[in-house]
Nanobody, 122 residues
């Protein structure tokens, strides 16, 4: 059974930084393309950034390009999201998910965790 634990969220002021992490167990991590999705109250779930199992292809939404950086550590079954220059519109619950992706799109396939809340104040 796959288990996912997201961490690293919290309150931050606009312009600040956070680093999200997601640890996966119960599966061969490098077999999975993984990504970060977010959902704000009253809004649709949005793909933020995704990466293939080997880390050779990445996707970033236009809203975070240049500010967020995705990375993964297949030895430790961890997916990370470095978030810089945060804006109030980045406020959302962030989820770590299995995905399919290209450089121009990312689609969520499965999500197991509870998410981690990011709140950016102006």
């Amino acid at each position: 059974q796959v288990q996912v634990v997201e961490s690293g969220g919290g309150p931050v002021q606009a312009g600040g930084s956070l680093r999200l992490s997601c640890t996966v167990s119960g599966a061969r991590f490098d077999d999975f393309n993984m990504g970060w999705f977010r959902q704000a109250p009253g809004k649709e779930r949005e793909g933020v950034s995704c990466m293939t199992g080997l880390g050779d292809t990445t996707y970033y939404s236009d809203s975070v390009k240049g500010r967020f950086t995705i990375s993964r550590d297949n030895t430790n079954n961890t997916l990370n999201l470095e978030m810089n220059s945060l804006k109030p519109e980045d406020t959302a619950m962030y989820y770590c998910s299995a995905v399919t992706l290209s450089t121009s799109s990312c689609r969520e396939v499965n999500s197991w965790g509870q998410g981690t809340q990011v709140t950016v104040s102006s």
